[in-house]
């Protein structure tokens, strides 16, 4: 057995196709570098990254600060489990608890594992402080969220694709529709056993659906006079994204590069992965303030990786990228440009109809029927002309570059979209 030369992009999808499970249905392209906002294929080609690793390489490919305090830990101590202390998790959990406004902070690994430990922290919080009767709670979640893909969590899923045969399911969930605050509000008053709403502030997966402006906040509010924990699934739209330090922040002025997230709507559990990294090495976490975080005791929860000291690292430097080259803000106002750029070009568009999204975080729906390949084949067409982006549900095609970008290159950007939408104008 020997280490295969990988020396064409053909050669590479075809190992892949063999040796690896199908769980995923990439575009067909092999990178094997990236620098800020570009990525290159296995052949040299150069392309523009417009999904950034849904959204978890905001601060760039390979951003320097972040690589370098990864090495840096590498080479002193990588991991000792939480059986013992390190000198970096301590440091982390400050630094992010006070970046974030929270009295604590749960580090976990994968966004999942996030989510996950949000629905624990939130059914004992729900039994020790609230005093629902064991095994009763119940937590409210949107149709068509995305929260991630353990069991748990596609057991509230309502993605076909995801649950299938995947039974049987948990139960604990109370399903409605999302951007629906009546629906809220009723399941509230009708069910004296709800615990927690978990919520994506942009549906992400589902194709990007921003909700009514007022949606979040009434919803906290909602939480609020039902003792309810409003849960904010930030993974995706968090750190940045949405030209905000975190979608929850509203348009309060967090734009501002001192912003420590005080947010519009404050969640008592928050969820981040993705991006709290920049891309770099799997971190995730779970904050909350003491009255809620306390219900967590030691052996009820853990990882053997949470919160290791290179996650630590690679966190706080990645953290810190955010607020020094002011990315939130540089995501509000390339996201203004971007919309109105697209908006101008969807006047005598018929192949594109609608760009919705907050900040970076943006979508294009391709007016075709649901079922038909025309995105696929748009991303296909991108991708031959410099640019990579990917389909989600149904004709929608998600654009989400890296926030490291310059206006002239978001420019660059905007003519190659139009001009490829343009060969499939009808
Ligand atoms: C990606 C994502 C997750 C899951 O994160 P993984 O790291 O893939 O487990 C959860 N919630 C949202 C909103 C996401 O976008």
């Not at 005093?131 to 069991?151: D, K, L, M, S, Y």
């Not at 995105?375 to 989400?400: E, Q, S, Y």
């Not at 970008?405 to 499939?424: G, Y």
Request: glycine residues 8%.
């Amino acid at each position: 057995m020997s280490v295969t030369q990988i020396t064409s992009s053909k050669e590479a999808i075809a190992i892949e196709d063999k040796y690896g499970a199908h769980n995923y249905h990439p575009l067909p392209v092999v990178l094997n570098r990236g620098e800020g906002v570009f990525v290159w294929d296995v052949e040299g080609k150069k392309y523009y990254d417009f999904l950034s690793a849904y959204s978890a390489v905001n601060q760039g490919h390979c951003h320097p600060k972040i690589v370098n305090a990864m090495h840096e830990q590498a080479q002193k101590l990588t991991l000792t489990s939480r059986a013992f202390h390190n000198d970096m998790l301590g440091k982390y959990e400050k630094y992010a608890a006070e970046f974030f406004n929270f009295d604590k902070i749960l580090p976990m690994n994968t966004g999942a594992e996030a989510v996950e430990t949000a629905l624990k922290l939130c059914r004992r919080w729900a039994y020790q402080v609230k005093g629902i009767a064991e095994n009763e709670a119940e937590i409210v979640v949107c149709e068509n969220n995305f929260h991630g893909r353990t069991t748990t969590i596609i057991s509230f899923s309502n993605d076909p694709v995801a649950r299938e045969n995947f039974g049987p399911y948990t139960n604990g969930f109370i399903k409605i529709e999302y951007n629906n605050i009546e629906a809220l509000k009723q399941t509230l008053e009708s069910n004296k056993n709800i615990a927690g709403f978990l919520v994506e502030p942009i549906q992400g997966e589902a194709g990007v659906y921003v909700p009514s402006d007022n949606y979040l906040k009434e919803a906290k509010a909602l939480c609020v006079e039902h003792n309810v924990l409003f849960i904010a699934d930030e993974v995706q739209t968090g750190i940045a994204r949405t030209g905000r330090l975190l979608a929850t922040c509203g348009d309060c002025s967090c734009v501002d590069k001192n912003c420590s997230g005080t947010p519009d709507v404050k969640a008592d559990i928050l969820i981040l992965g993705k991006a709290i990294s920049g891309g770099v090495y799997p971190v995730s976490a779970v904050l909350a303030n003491d009255p809620i975080m306390k219900v967590i005791t030691p052996g009820s929860h853990g990882s053997t990786f949470g919160g290791n000291p290179i996650a630590a690292a690679v966190a706080m430097a990645a953290l810190e990228v955010v607020k020094d080259e002011n990315l939130a803000e540089k995501a509000n106002d390339l996201g203004n440009l971007f919309r109105a750029e697209l908006n101008k070009f969807i006047e005598t568009s018929s192949i594109c109809n609608l760009v919705r999204g907050k900040g970076l975080l943006n979508a294009i729906v391709i007016n075709d029927d649901e079922d038909s390949d025309t995105a696929w084949n748009i991303c296909l067409r991108l991708r031959d002309n410099g640019l990579l982006a990917k389909p989600t549900h149904g004709n929608i095609i998600r654009f989400a570059p890296p926030l490291v970008m310059t206006e002239a290159q978001l420019r660059d950007c905007v003519s190659i979209i139009i001009n490829t939408l343009k060969e499939f104008e009808k």
